[in-house]
T-cell receptor, first 110, second 113 residues
Framework: LAKTTQPISMDSYEGQEVNITCSHNNIATNDYITWYQQFPSQGPRFIIQGYKTKVTNEVASLFIPADRKSSTLSLPRVSLSDTAVYYC???????????FGAGTTVTVRA | EAQVTQNPRYLITVTGKKLTVTCSQN?????MSWYRQDPGLGLRQIYY???????DKGDVPEGYKVSRKEKRNFPLILESPSPNQTSLYFC????????????FGPGTRLTVT
């Protein structure tokens, strides 16, 4: 499992774009990058997964540079309800063991 | 509705009293897993199962047991709970081969005194 580093916390305001960068210098060829979101008192929820370049869905975008040693989760026009902990995971999709780390606590203010 | 359910949601018990936390999923997922979440430590995997009768240790298996006799159920057993097992526990499931896209239950908050 590749080790990941992400900021402990980030603050933002409603309507702004939030970008969370995750570093994973020892990412392996078969590894994918996956992000989860966890609201207080709830289980984590899968947001997005990618291998390279850019992936976008209705919740977020994931940007992965060519060297894949980092990735950025982008949350467009956040609202108060986007306040949550965001986890970056890196590993082989067929690896049965997941490692979540401490995540990034994003706080959105009015 | 597709979901993972856990019972009980809250439990306070005493040291040494055996307990079981149940987990059930209705999505016909082969893969199921248990995690514990502690402040500052994120989620740590306890055990996982790739199918009926197939289980393996995660990162923190000590003090826990699991069984997978049916595809939909994956109970977590604490034979002799200790205070350091006070934690928030999550069960999750996914299709085999898509373990990075797991569906999580609502959590069970366990306090061992």
């Amino acid at each position: 499992l590749a080790k990941t580093t992400q900021p402990i916390s980030m603050d933002s305001y409603e309507g702004q774009e939030v970008n969370i960068t995750c570093s994973h210098n020892n990412i392996a060829t078969n590894d994918y990058i996956t992000w989860y979101q966890q609201f207080p008192s709830q289980g984590p929820r899968f947001i997005i997964q990618g291998y390279k370049t850019k992936v976008t869905n209705e919740v977020a975008s994931l940007f992965i540079p060519a060297d894949r040693k980092s990735s950025t989760l982008s949350l467009p026009r956040v609202s108060l309800s986007d306040t949550a902990v965001y986890y970056c995971l890196v590993g082989d999709p067929n690896d049965y063991k997941l490692s979540f780390g401490a995540g990034t606590t994003v706080t959105v203010r009015a | 509705e597709a979901q993972v359910t856990q019972n009980p949601r809250y439990l306070i018990t005493v040291t040494g009293k055996k307990l079981t936390v149940t987990c059930s999923q209705n999505m016909n997922h082969e893969y199921m897993s248990w995690y514990r979440q502690d402040p500052g430590l994120g989620l740590r995997q306890i055990y996982y199962s790739m199918n009926v009768e197939v289980t393996d240790k995660g990162d923190v298996p000590e003090g826990y047991k699991v069984s997978r006799k049916e595809k939909r159920n994956f109970p977590l057993i604490l034979e002799s709970p200790s205070p350091n097992q006070t934690s928030l526990y999550f069960c999750a499931s996914s299709l085999l081969g898509q373990e990075y896209e797991q569906y999580f239950g609502p959590g069970t908050r366990l306090t061992v005194t």
